[in-house]
């Protein structure tokens, strides 16, 4: 079984579709998907993910599932020990009583590598930020629901790899989003979402490849083909949004800091 994970475009927030460029970077996509064959299709319900596969739908004459889950991942951080958590979210808002609420993912190396509880795959469930927001309720739904969608296509979840009850070589695809698509990946290879969330960049349209190994009967792993895979782009001469990055050297103010 093959599982393709593909992030939306270049991303217009404001109104939650996708700007010139992510129409484009879109269309971009049609060429690569019509030579393959996706039995389903499965989408986030947001306009910029919605937007990036209508694209490709349409040029195929096909429609897609739209999964509430799909959504960018939305764990919120409810900041009660806010001195020592600045240090992981500096542009965090604090209200006068010392609360607020941000994404828990998208956190500073330099918090990061300093409290290495967040990189392994367990103990990021007992970290700071994991018992001052929802982030571990949340993953678990989202995966929950992921390996149901997983079971009806054959491959049931035990522990950390999965029953092929009908082995098959179908192909499914989701356009979704970036913090999402780490969720789902941290799932599949058993390693920290921060791992990936803080190790990784997905430029918008990029495209990742999982595909199942069965080295002995019945005893399926996914194992990553292509991570973040943007040669739909290149092969048109076409660069990347910068959608996900930040700054490659600190005194370039023309990037995101």
């Given at each position: 079984?093959?599982?393709?994970?593909?992030?939306?475009?270049?991303?217009?927030?404001?109104h939650d579709t996708l700007?010139?460029?992510?129409?484009?970077?879109?269309?971009?996509?049609?060429?690569?998907?019509?030579?393959?064959?996706?039995?389903?299709?499965?989408?986030?319900?947001?306009?910029?993910?919605?937007?990036?596969?209508?694209?490709?739908?349409?040029?195929?004459?096909?429609?897609?599932?739209?999964?509430?889950?799909?959504?960018?991942?939305?764990?919120?951080?409810?900041?009660?020990?806010?001195?020592?958590?600045?240090?992981?979210?500096?542009?965090?808002?604090?209200?006068?009583?010392?609360?607020?609420?941000?994404?828990?993912?998208?956190?500073?190396?330099?918090?990061?590598?300093?409290?290495?509880?967040?990189?392994?795959?367990?103990?990021?469930r007992k970290s700071l930020?994991?018992?001052?927001?929802?982030?571990?309720?949340?993953?678990?739904?989202?995966?929950?629901?992921?390996?149901?969608?997983?079971?009806?296509?054959?491959?049931?979840?035990?522990?950390?790899?999965?029953?092929?009850?009908?082995?098959?070589?179908?192909?499914?695809?989701?356009?979704?989003?970036?913090?999402?698509?780490?969720?789902?990946?941290?799932?599949?290879?058993?390693?920290?979402?921060?791992?990936?969330?803080?190790?990784?960049?997905?430029?918008?349209?990029?495209?990742?490849?999982?595909?199942?190994?069965?080295?002995?009967?019945?005893?399926?792993?996914?194992?990553?083909?292509?991570?973040?895979?943007?040669?739909?782009?290149?092969?048109?001469?076409?660069?990347?949004?910068?959608?996900?990055?930040?700054?490659?050297?600190?005194?370039?103010?023309?990037?995101?800091?």
């Amino acid at each position: 079984m093959k599982i393709y994970i593909v992030r939306h475009a270049d991303p217009d927030y404001e109104h939650d579709t996708l700007t010139e460029h992510g129409w484009e970077e879109a269309r971009r996509l049609v060429p690569r998907f019509s030579t393959l064959d996706i039995k389903n299709f499965y989408v986030s319900p947001l306009g910029r993910a919605r937007d990036t596969a209508s694209c490709t739908l349409q040029a195929l004459h096909r429609t897609a599932e739209v999964c509430d889950w799909l959504r960018e991942f939305p764990a919120e951080l409810n900041v009660s020990d806010y001195e020592e958590l600045k240090a992981a979210y500096p542009d965090t808002k604090y209200a006068a009583d010392g609360t607020s609420k941000r994404i828990v993912w998208d956190m500073l190396p330099g918090y990061l590598t300093a409290h290495p509880e967040y990189l392994d795959r367990c103990l990021w469930r007992k970290s700071l930020v994991a018992a001052n927001s929802d982030i571990v309720s949340v993953y678990d739904s989202v995966t929950t629901q992921f390996d149901m969608l997983l079971a009806k296509h054959g491959y049931e979840r035990q522990g950390d790899c999965y029953h092929a009850v009908h082995p098959n070589r179908d192909a499914i695809a989701f356009f979704c989003h970036y913090g999402l698509e780490c969720v789902l990946l941290s799932h599949l290879m058993n390693v920290s979402p921060f791992a990936l969330w803080n190790g990784t960049v997905f430029a918008p349209t990029s495209v990742s490849l999982l595909r199942t190994e069965e080295r002995k009967s019945g005893i399926a792993y996914f194992r990553a083909a292509q991570l973040g895979d943007i040669s739909h782009l290149y092969v048109d001469g076409m660069e990347p949004s910068f959608s996900a990055r930040f700054c490659e050297t600190y005194d370039d103010w023309t990037e995101r800091h």
